[in-house]
């Protein structure tokens, strides 16, 4: 079984106890973990595949979106939707970057997502036919990253924490240009409310499924809490979603597509209806709807860009032979 969603930890340790309880003691205390200190394989495997994926997650996310960049309705919108796509490039840098501190190189983690080894976030395996979806997209699912990322920015490794703090801040504006989208077509004419109803229906389980499987199936959840990788569980941050969502559909006169939602006095928060675990399984397995296409736009990146990577270290090794000639004519 996968863990899937952004969550997930080994919980395979080689380690004396008294290191681990040494280590824990520092988790305990609050305090970072940085690149070069010691820390248990579990834990440094645990994040090379978190983070990895992560970043997999921003880069792969950046597809069904850049499908709409040429057909966005006005200038306004294009540029917004332009800089909403960049951010997400960036984000996958600066977590490429993170991982590395941790002993794998990009290429490895790139040849592991073409492979299928390594997974990225399920819900960039569905399709985006309508321009709704791009209000939608950043209304649920950058509104659900933000509640994972939010928990992040205290995760006990220094890079990942510190690069989440960024990209949390440039998350609150992707999801705000998508609510602002969904409101405009909300407000608009009946067959604009209707994109808008129809793209919620199609995106609410699937933003749902993101926080990963609930937490009696969840099998690295415990480890990762232990280390303060993960703050919440995933139906806490789930359950916090649904909360912060379901006033925000209502104000918009949508309809949330859950018959057995409801309001629980008692635990101050929505009950919420059966999440098909049987389509989130299928989808993690490769057999989503658009599971190929994104793997193949991937791939076709990574090789059309072969060339910018080989004249790019020819030029570096032409410009260290040229520092060393210099270097040698001087002595
Ligand atoms: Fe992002
Ligand atoms: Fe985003």
Same mark, same amino acid.
């Given at each position: 079984?996968?863990?899937?969603?952004?969550?997930? !930890?080994?919980?395979? *340790?080689?380690?004396? #106890?008294?290191?681990?309880?040494?280590?824990?003691? %520092?988790?305990?205390?609050?305090?970072?973990?940085?690149?070069?200190?010691?820390?248990?394989?579990?834990?440094?495997?645990?994040?090379?595949? &978190?983070?990895? &994926?992560?970043?997999?997650?921003?880069?792969?996310?950046?597809?069904?979106?850049?499908?709409?960049?040429?057909?966005?309705?006005?200038?306004?919108?294009?540029?917004?939707?332009?800089?909403?796509?960049?951010? @997400?490039?960036?984000? #996958?840098?600066?977590?490429? !970057?993170?991982?590395?501190?941790?002993?794998?190189?990009?290429?490895?983690?790139?040849?592991?997502?073409?492979?299928?080894?390594?997974?990225?976030?399920?819900?960039?395996?569905?399709? *985006?036919? *309508?321009?709704?979806?791009? #209000?939608?997209?950043?209304?649920?699912?950058?509104?659900?990253?933000?509640?994972?990322?939010?928990?992040?920015?205290?995760?006990?490794?220094?890079?990942?924490?510190?690069?989440?703090?960024?990209?949390?801040?440039?998350?609150?504006?992707?999801?705000?240009?998508?609510?602002?989208?969904?409101?405009?077509?909300?407000?608009?004419?009946? @067959?604009?409310?209707?994109?808008?109803?129809?793209?919620?229906?199609?995106?609410?389980?699937?933003?749902?499924?993101?926080?990963?499987?609930?937490? %009696?199936? =969840?099998?690295? =959840? @415990?480890?990762?809490?232990?280390?303060?990788?993960?703050?919440?569980?995933?139906?806490?941050?789930?359950?916090?979603?649904?909360?912060? *969502?379901?006033?925000?559909?209502?104000?918009?006169?949508? /309809?949330?597509?859950?018959?057995?939602? /409801?309001?629980?006095?008692? /635990?101050?928060?929505?009950?919420?209806?059966?999440?098909?675990?049987?389509?989130?399984?299928?989808?993690?397995?490769?057999?989503?709807?658009?599971?190929?296409?994104?793997?193949?736009?991937?791939?076709?990146?990574?090789?059309?860009?072969?060339?910018?990577?080989?004249?790019?270290?020819?030029? !570096? @090794?032409?410009? %260290?032979?040229? &520092?060393?000639?210099?270097?040698?004519?001087?002595?």
């Amino acid at each position: 079984m996968y863990a899937q969603g952004l969550i997930g !930890a080994d919980g395979e *340790t080689k380690e004396s #106890g008294e290191f681990l309880a040494a280590f824990q003691k %520092r988790i305990d205390a609050e305090e970072k973990i940085e690149p070069n200190d010691p820390m248990p394989e579990g834990y440094r495997k645990t994040l090379v595949r &978190q983070i990895g &994926q992560h970043a997999h997650s921003e880069i792969v996310g950046m597809l069904p979106e850049g499908n709409w960049i040429t057909r966005a309705p006005t200038l306004r919108r294009k540029a917004a939707l332009l800089a909403k796509v960049q951010d @997400e490039g960036g984000h #996958g840098l600066y977590l490429y !970057a993170a991982a590395e501190t941790l002993g794998v190189t990009r290429e490895q983690m790139t040849e592991e997502l073409l492979s299928g080894k390594a997974k990225y976030s399920s819900i960039f395996n569905y399709p *985006t036919p *309508t321009w709704a979806d791009i #209000g939608t997209i950043g209304w649920l699912v950058d509104g659900a990253a933000i509640m994972n990322q939010i928990a992040l920015c205290r995760c006990s490794y220094g890079p990942y924490a510190r690069a989440m703090i960024r990209i949390c801040k440039e998350e609150s504006f992707h999801q705000r240009q998508g609510y602002e989208i969904v409101m405009t077509l909300a407000k608009g004419s009946p @067959e604009q409310k209707e994109l808008a109803q129809d793209s919620l229906n199609r995106w609410w389980w699937p933003s749902l499924m993101m926080f990963g499987p609930s937490d %009696r199936d =969840s099998v690295h =959840s @415990e480890q990762s809490m232990a280390w303060k990788i993960k703050r919440f569980s995933n139906d806490e941050l789930r359950d916090k979603f649904i909360n912060a *969502t379901v006033p925000q559909a209502e104000y918009l006169g949508l /309809k949330v597509p859950d018959p057995d939602l /409801k309001w629980n006095e008692e /635990k101050g928060g929505y009950d919420h209806g059966e999440i098909d675990w049987d389509e989130f399984w299928r989808v993690v397995k490769g057999h989503g709807k658009m599971n190929r296409d994104r793997i193949a736009a991937r791939k076709k990146a990574w090789d059309d860009g072969a060339w910018v990577r080989e004249a790019a270290l020819a030029h !570096a @090794e032409k410009r %260290r032979n040229r &520092q060393d000639a210099a270097r040698h004519a001087a002595e």
